[in-house]
Structures are given as structure tokens and as C-alpha cells.
């Protein structure tokens, strides 16, 4: 009973006090805001431009989707101005010096997001702005901004972006709405890492423009949102894998004809190169401006694998060609030379020079039947094959991988 009473007791109070603090805010809204017209710009005299000092915290990336070149952000944007209409003497209200009142209470600047692919700056009409007595306005809000970025992925997976974010209000000119930037850089504290990307640094610029509309000055304030990309995925899950397999090209010139794999292992090479590419151009912008090095490495080894699928078939095809007679000039000019420069035994591959004579050719190329003559000329172009094979890949690797900046 007793303890019932002192809840009562303490309930009354506490909603007495309330009552008493709640009707001095009555008193100080209804005077403070008696005649005051949110959707008109405060003007008074000695006051004719409004300033407003923006200031952007950075929260989130939350997704950048190359093929439509739009990034999604979450920002928190805080304004500030000075509203020369809503000001009060404290002490004549039990010392209260800021009011929080909702956003439409008040006149709010237009701001808007140009560039924007989203319908509006979302949040700016939703929250709650802290108004002080000597008439600066804090609001703060968050919003999730969608804008058109130019991407350009010439380096991809290596690459940089910078995407501007320009803000500025829609219909007032510069000289009736100033507006200037809080910080030269937007704040990062905040901060949420993205598995992809990194934020490095959002320096932030006022930029004043004329249009042709209206001889007045517009004002914008610009911030450069620097984006470095972490490969590590992409090196790992698509480079790596493509190096290792454009090597595997190269077991194409090492097997043995009779094995009867040369063309499908270059074929299947070609095949997951193909899955490389498509997998990298899944995630591009489909632009013909900025080729992704990357893809010029995919098409060039492409290429490649698809010269050496032409070789192999010539090799297997001169190896059968059986007891047809070679002619002087071919076995003068080019199997002689090539079996020089190749290192080529002829002794080491042939059968039937053993079986009939025990002679070693181990220089000359000049006794050997027609069909081992066929054989070490397509030995040698094997060879041939081999070295060109990896001196172009070597060359073409080193140029392309040198050209990522
Ligand atoms: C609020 O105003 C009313 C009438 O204007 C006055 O009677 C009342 O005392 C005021 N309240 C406070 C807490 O000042
Ligand atoms: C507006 O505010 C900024 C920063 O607070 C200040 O540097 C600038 O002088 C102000 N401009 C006017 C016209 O009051
Ligand atoms: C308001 O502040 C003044 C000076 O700080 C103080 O003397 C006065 O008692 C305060 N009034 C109320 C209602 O708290
Ligand atoms: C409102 O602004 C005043 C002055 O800038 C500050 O002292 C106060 O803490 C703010 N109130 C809130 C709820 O942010
Ligand atoms: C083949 O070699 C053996 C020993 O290596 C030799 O005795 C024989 O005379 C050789 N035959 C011919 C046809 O040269
Ligand atoms: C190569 O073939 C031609 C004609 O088919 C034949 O006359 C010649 O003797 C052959 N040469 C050898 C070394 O077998």
C-alpha cells in the first residue's frame, strides 16, 4: 500500500514536471513559429542570402554495378544554415536553447543529387531538424544515393574509379542560397569496409556555374569519391587460373603425336579460356571506349591457342604422311635447317633405319627413308611450334601486364 502510494507519489511528479517543461515548449513553439511559413526562404534584412555548410560522412558502399555503371551509396548528409526567423531569448523560457521539430516545421534548401538514377534524394523530407535560439539549424539525415559513374575498367582488376557526387540545390541561385563545404574531405570515420572495393580518400570542391537558363550563378558543391578496387579475388580466382592454363598450351607441343591428345588438349584449353573471358565480361560494362586490358589478354591467348591448334594439326598431318617421296628442295631447304636448329636426331624417332642397318644418323639427314623424313620434319615443327609458342606468350604477357597502370 505505502509503496503503491509512493509510485503515485513519484508518477505524479515526474508527469508534473513534464507538464510544466511541456507547456513552456508549448509557449516557445507557438511564438517561435507563429507566422512562420516553412516553404518560404527566411529573408530578413542584413540576411539576404542563405548559407548553407554541407558536410558528408561516408557510411556505406553498398554495391557498384559496372555493367549499368551505377553506384549505390549510404551517406550521411549534414547541413547547417542559419534561419534568421526562428530565434528566441532563452531565459524567457527556462533556458531552453535548441528545439527539435519535425523537418516540414521548417524551411529545409532543396538539395539535390545531380546525376542521380534514384528518384529523389531520399531522407531529406523524412527526419528531424535541431533548431537553436540564435536561429542555426542542424540537419542531419541519412540517405542511400543511386548515381550514374562513369567506370572506366581499361585495368580491371586493377583498377581506380572516381566517381563524383555534385550537390547542389535545384532552383535557388547562388545568390540566394550560398553554399559552402563543412570539410575539405567528407568524413570516413563511419566508415563500413566493402569486400570489393576501398574508399581512399573523398576531397570535396565548390564549384559555381552558369548556365545558360539564367545569367545568375548556380552553386555546387562536388565530392570526388576515390574507389580503388582489392584484385585479390580476381587474381586468385580468374588470373592465376587463366596463366596456369595458357601454360598448359604449351603440353600440346610436347606430346608425342601417337598419343592422338594434341589437338583436344589445345581445344580444351580454347574452351576455358572462353569461360575466363565470359566470366570477366559478365561483370564490364559492354563499352567499346575502354577495352579491360584483361580482355585483350584473354583474346590474345586466345589467339594463340587457336595458331597452335592449326600447327598441331599440320604436325599430325605430316607425321602420317607415310612413304611419300620428300622433294629435294623441301628436305634441302627446310628439314635440314629446322632439324639443325631444333636439335633433332632423326636416329631417335626412326624404326626402320635400325631394322634395316645398324648405321647411327646421328647428324645427317640424308639416308633416312621418306616416312622418318616426314616424321623428323614434323618433329621439328613441333619444336619450332614450341619455342615460338612461348617466346610470343612471354612477349605478349610481359606487354600486356605492363601496360595495367
Ligand atoms: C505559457 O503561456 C501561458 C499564456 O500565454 C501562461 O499562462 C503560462 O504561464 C506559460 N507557461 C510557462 C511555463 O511559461
Ligand atoms: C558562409 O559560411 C561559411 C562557413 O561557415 C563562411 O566561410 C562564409 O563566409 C559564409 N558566407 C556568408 C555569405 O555568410
Ligand atoms: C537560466 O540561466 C541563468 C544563468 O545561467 C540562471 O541564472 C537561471 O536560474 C536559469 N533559469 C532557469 C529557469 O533554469
Ligand atoms: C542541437 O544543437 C545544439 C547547438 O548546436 C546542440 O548543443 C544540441 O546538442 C543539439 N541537439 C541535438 C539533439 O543534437
Ligand atoms: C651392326 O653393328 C654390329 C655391332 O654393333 C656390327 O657387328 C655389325 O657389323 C653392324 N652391321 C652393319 C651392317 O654395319
Ligand atoms: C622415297 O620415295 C620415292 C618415290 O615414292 C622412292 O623413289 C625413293 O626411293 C624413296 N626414298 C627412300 C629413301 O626411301
Known amino acids: 500500500m505505502a509503496r503503491n502510494m509512493s509510485y503515485m507519489i513519484i508518477f505524479i511528479s515526474v508527469f508534473g514536471l513534464c507538464l510544466s517543461s511541456k507547456s513552456t515548449l508549448i509557449n516557445l513553439t507557438t511564438a517561435v513559429f507563429n507566422d512562420y511559413d516553412p516553404s518560404i526562404r527566411p529573408y530578413c534584412q542584413g540576411h539576404e542570402q542563405v548559407n548553407v555548410t554541407m558536410d558528408l560522412a561516408v557510411r556505406q558502399l553498398i554495391d557498384m554495378n559496372e555493367p549499368d555503371q551505377i553506384i549505390k551509396l549510404n551517406l550521411w548528409i549534414r547541413l547547417r544554415w542559419i534561419d534568421c526567423l526562428l530565434t528566441w531569448t532563452p531565459s524567457d523560457y527556462d533556458n531552453i536553447t535548441d ?66 557526387l555534385q550537390f547542389g540545390s535545384w532552383i535557388y541561385t547562388g545568390n540566394l542560397l550560398d553554399m559552402n563545404i563543412e570539410n575539405d574531405h567528407a568524413d570516413l570515420s563511419a566508415l563500413k569496409e566493402n569486400v ?40 586468385a580466382n580468374i588470373i592465376l587460373p587463366s596463366i596456369i592454363i595458357t601454360l598448359l598450351a604449351t603440353l600440346g607441343f610436347l606430346l608425342p603425336v601417337d598419343s592422338g591428345e594434341k589437338v583436344s588438349l589445345e581445344v580444351t584449353v580454347m574452351l576455358s579460356l572462353t569461360v575466363f573471358q565470359l566470366l570477366v565480361a559478365d561483370r564490364l560494362p559492354p563499352s567499346d571506349e575502354a577495352r579491360p586490358l584483361l580482355g585483350e589478354f584473354f583474346t590474345f591467348t586466345l589467339i594463340l591457342c587457336g595458331l597452335s591448334t592449326f600447327v598441331q594439326v599440320a604436325v599430325i598431318n605430316i607425321y602420317y604422311r607415310g612413304d611419300r617421296k620428300m ?79
Not at 565548390?206 to 580476381?234: A, C, E, G, Q
Not at 632439324?339 to 633405319?353: G, Y
Open 99 to 164: 528545439l527539435i521539430v519535425p523537418f516540414d516545421k521548417v524551411w529545409t534548401p532543396d538539395i539535390t543529387i545531380y546525376d542521380s538514377v534514384s528518384e529523389e534524394l531520399y531522407g531529406l523530407e523524412k527526419f528531424r531538424a535541431n533548431v537553436s535560439y540564435d536561429g542555426a539549424i542542424n540537419y542531419n539525415f541519412p540517405t542511400v544515393i543511386e548515381i550514374q559513374c562513369q567506370v572506366d575498367v581499361t585495368n580491371f582488376p586493377f583498377d581506380r574509379q572516381m566517381c563524383p
Open 327 to 405: 622433294s629435294g628442295w623441301m628436305n634441302k631447304l627446310i628439314l635440314k635447317p629446322l632439324a639443325k636448329i631444333t636439335l633433332t636426331k632423326a636416329t631417335l624417332l626412326n624404326q626402320k633405319a635400325h631394322d634395316d642397318d645398324n648405321t647411327t644418323n646421328d647428324d645427317s639427314v640424308d639416308d633416312l627413308d621418306n616416312a622418318t623424313k616426314w616424321q623428323t620434319l614434323s618433329i621439328c615443327i613441333d619444336r619450332v611450334g614450341l619455342i615460338l609458342f612461348i617466346v610470343i606468350l612471354t612477349i605478349g604477357c610481359i606487354v600486356i601486364f605492363t601496360h595495367f597502370t
Open 196 to 235: 570489393e572495393w576501398e574508399i581512399s580518400k573523398v576531397p570535396a570542391e565548390k564549384h559555381i556555374k552558369k548556365y545558360s537558363l539564367s545569367s545568375d550563378p548556380f552553386v555546387d558543391l562536388t565530392y570526388n569519391l576515390y574507389l580503388k578496387r582489392k584484385p585479390r579475388y580476381y587474381e
